[in-house]
Each structure stands twice: as C-alpha cells, then as structure tokens.
C-alpha cells in the first residue's frame, strides 16, 4: 500500500524559504496593481473567496530519514493559547499569549505502517491491542497502513518519537500548530464542521490526510478529531494562570499527561472537544481506540 504525504528521503538541512502558490500569487500581484494605480481595493475579493492572507503561504516541510513522515514548519513568535475548550472543566482559562520558538511538527498522525519500523528495530512495543472499534484485524491489516496507530500509552508514544528522533510536542506547540497566530477555534476557522474533520457520526478511525480542505494554518493535518494525540505535558488544570510567557513546558510533575485534538467518536452536541484549545488527560499508561499521537522536533 502506499501511503498518501510521502516524498524523498532527502532531508534538508535548513528550512526552505516560503513560497506562494502561483494562481494566488498572481491575484495578490493583480490586487496590488489595481490598488496602487486605480485605487481599487481587492480585500472585498478576497472576503468573498474566503482567503486570508496567510492562505497565500505555503509553509516548508521535510521528510523524516527515520520513518518518512512530512515535518511542517511552525515559525517562532506569539500566540493565542486558551479559551474555547470543554466550559464544565474551566481549564482554558485564562487566555494569554505564548512566544514560541520555532519547531518542526508532523503533518499528520503517526500511522500503523510508521509505527510498525520502531516495533521491527526494537526500540517500540506493539499496540496494546491490533483492532479498532469496527474492525477485528487493524494493526496488522495493510488495508489500514496509513491510518493511525492507536492502543499507545503516553509511554509508548515517547518511545517512539525518540527512535525517530524526534519528540512528543508540548501543550503549547500543538496548539500553535493547530490554531495559527489569529486565535481560531477550530483549524479552519471559527465554525465546526463535520465534513472537514472526523468527527460526528463518524464510527471508526480514517486514512490520515483524509481532510485537507480542514488542515491547520501551517498546513498541519487532523488535528481535530481522528484520534485524541499525547503530548509531552503533565496536566494541571490550573497552569494557565502561572504559565511562563515563552516556551512553557507544562508542570514539572502530576499523575496524569495532556491530550489534545478530539477523536473520532466526539459528537455533534460535544464538538468543543475537536476544538483547538480544548485539554483532556489520562494516565500515562492508558491506552484505548481513540488515542494516537504525532510528534515534533525542535529548529536548530
């Protein structure tokens, strides 16, 4: 089978510079032409088309030499971390800016296939359990190479991001990989959409990529529903309110680690949990059909 997102091997060393998508480069050339010697505003245009400006970047990506995931750029800066999530736990709460610095960040969740590399070299355990919620053989299916792996713990999911050598993203780097600089409720934008994620009446986990149209900002995909995604912090339902304003880590230690990102089994009258603010947490060592991961890497 082959999996969708994949290219070459070769790694670059640096990130490559932005690019913009060609017919949205000639508009954007157009609209500045007409401004300048018409005076003709092309923003109501680009309202209408539903562009925003960062819709005419293409953010770089590199291939993992390890297990040939797609790696997404996330540039440095500030954020809008918070507010949005599950309103019954408070834990969003409050809102405030992030600066991060810049980091790597996969382009989807980490499928059966990637996973299946660490389990052969040794340095990974295989799912807790080789099903998913509809089908008896899962795990060890091809048809289901590129979906993702789940029955991980938050163990199972750092082991493997080290042998690929990378690492579980923090809290804070999944949400600005998922929610962009504007402080958007969803990775498309501000409004739910089933047809833009797997979610609401969904029955089972998909292929990964399934939903470009419902990619992040940076180009990140399914980081709302599919599979709930470990991250690297402990939980703390208050560490909003003394979270350091750069680079925070989470709480140095707790009983129980973050999860973000929603799953496949969310309905449509809980939709905040798809949300990109939204935080759950499980013990480490949980594991069940509704959980994956993906990982990150820091820039040099």
């Known amino acids: 089978m082959i999996e969708p997102l994949l290219v070459n091997n070769q790694v670059p060393e640096k990130p490559r510079s932005f690019s913009v998508t060609p017919g949205k480069l000639l508009v954007a050339i157009i609209s500045c032409l007409l401004l300048v010697c018409c005076g003709i505003c092309m923003l109501p245009v680009f309202v209408f088309l539903g562009w925003k400006i ?17 790696l997404m750029y996330v540039s440095s800066g500030e954020f809008i971390m918070g507010g949005g999530g ?18 790597w960040i996969d382009r989807t969740e980490v499928t059966n296939r990637m996973y299946t590399l660490c389990v052969k070299a040794g340095k990974c355990k295989p799912p807790g359990k080789k099903y998913s919620a509809t089908r008896k053989i899962y795990y060890d299916d091809v048809r289901y190479a590129a979906y993702p792996v789940i029955f991980v713990s938050w163990s199972d999911a750092n082991d493997y991001c080290a042998w690929a050598g990378r690492r579980l993203p923090t809290e804070a780097e999944w949400e600005k990989a998922a929610r962009g600089s504007d402080g958007r409720e969803y990775p ?7 047809q833009l994620a797997n979610y609401g009446g969904a029955n089972d986990t998909m292929m990964v990529g399934s939903f470009p149209a419902g990619a992040s900002p940076f180009e990140a995909m399914d980081m709302a529903g599919n599979v709930w995604e470990w991250v ?5 339902g208050s560490y909003y309110s003394i979270s350091p304003s750069s680079n925070p880590t989470g709480p140095e230690s707790g009983d129980r680690r973050v999860l973000r990102g929603g799953a496949w089994s969310i309905d449509d009258s809980n939709d905040f949990n798809v949300r990109t603010a939204t935080r759950i947490a499980y013990e480490p060592w949980i594991s069940n059909d509704k959980i994956g991961f993906r990982c990150a890497v820091s820039q040099p």
């Open 188 to 194: 498309w934008g501000n409004q739910p959409s089933k």
């Open 232 to 236: 690297a912090d402990w939980y703390s």
């Open 86 to 103: 599950n309103p019954a736990l408070g834990d969003g709460v409050p809102i405030h800016r992030v600066r991060l610095n810049a980091f």
């Open 54 to 70: 960062t819709d005419l970047i293409q953010y770089p990506s590199k291939p993992s030499s390890a297990d040939n995931m797609v």
